[in-house]
């Protein structure tokens, strides 16, 4: 299993841009997290999906931030535009809901710069 | 390459007792920090303490405390007089140069 799959691993962007982060789940897991990292903040969690619909998006820090997922192995999370404090490492998790401890699995993160 | 691991899936404890969770890790750096966070039904994280791996004596926040073995890389969460409230996920991580790695997380049930 190739466990949770998350690209790119490293933005960089300047300011106003549109920056779009990826997430594959593991395959037969039905809940899907976004958390965002910082050492100011911690870690914080943004949305989760369960079954593809958005559960809990009260995380989401404002209207630049949206997240989708179309179907039940991908999932994105788009800044638009983004902005320097923006920067973090953005984590995506997912676990199979209905199992007996709800252990979540992390991806890598993907590491974001906005100048 | 840095893992973590928590090998306790879950716990059960009886409320105002005493629990332990294990957290191992694997590194061969000297410098990093260590967190435990909780992760309550409601889904978000919230930051119980964190360790400097430089820093010799445990940290503790109230009734949270660590016991950090730097050389057996062993990095376990004590709670004290445990309380309803304390049910959660509890996740493990280790972090250093912006690189953080979890473990995949012990459930600890308060049993009244």
């Known amino acids: 299993d190739a466990g949770v799959i998350q690209s790119p691993r490293h933005e960089v962007t300047e300011m106003g841009q549109e920056v779009t982060l990826r997430c594959k789940p593991i395959s037969g897991h039905n809940s899907l997290f976004w958390y965002r990292q910082t050492m100011m903040r911690g870690l914080e969690l943004l949305i989760y999906f369960n079954n593809n619909v958005p559960i809990d998006d009260s995380g989401m820090p404002e209207d630049r931030f949206s997240a989708k997922m179309p179907n039940a192995s991908f999932s994105t999370l788009k800044i638009q535009p983004s902005e320097p404090r923006d920067s973090a490492v953005y984590f995506c998790?997912?676990?199979?809901?209905?199992?007996?401890?709800?252990?979540?699995?992390f991806g890598p993160g993907t590491r974001l710069t906005v100048l | 390459a840095q893992t973590v691991t928590q090998s306790q899936p879950e716990m059960s404890v009886q409320e105002a007792e005493t629990v332990t969770l294990s957290c191992t890790y694997d590194t061969s750096e000297s410098d990093y920090y260590l967190f435990w966070y909780k992760q309550p039904p409601s889904r978000q994280m919230i930051l119980v303490i964190r360790?400097?791996?430089?820093?010799?004596q445990n940290a503790t926040e109230n009734r949270f405390s660590v016991n950090f073995q730097k050389a057996a890389k062993s990095f376990s969460l004590k709670i004290s007089d445990s309380q309803l409230g304390d049910a959660a996920m509890y996740f493990c991580a280790y972090y250093r140069d912006d690189k953080i790695i979890f473990g995949k997380g012990t459930r600890l049930h308060i049993l009244p």
């Open positions: 360790q400097e791996a430089y820093k010799q």
């Open positions: 998790a997912s676990t199979r809901d209905g199992g007996r401890t709800d252990t979540q699995y």
